[in-house]
């Protein structure tokens, strides 16, 4: 049997440290445009696609128009909050 001995020490021995995927984070950028998409074309369907919700393309919203006063329940297009609208 032939003894071999590996005496590599030192920085050579280390591996290179894999670098941060980019893939993660664009998959949450992408998700979260999505969901606000789709949060958006709901609120307008719930609301009946009224004029007051702002412009669009053949009902397509751009998804910040769920954060309009309307969809917020407080029933001006003025005030420009996501916050629920408190109760009377």
Known sequence: MKDQFN???????????PKAGKLIPALVVVSLAAGLQSA??????DFGYQAALGRHFEHL??????CNGLASG??????????PAASV
């Open 7 to 17: 005496n590599a020490v030192g920085p050579q021995v280390r591996g290179s440290v």
């Open 61 to 66: 919203y751009v998804p910040w128009s769920s």
């Open 74 to 83: 407080t029933g001006s297009t003025r005030t420009r909050s996501c916050a």
């Open 40 to 45: 958006t074309q709901f609120f307008a369907h």
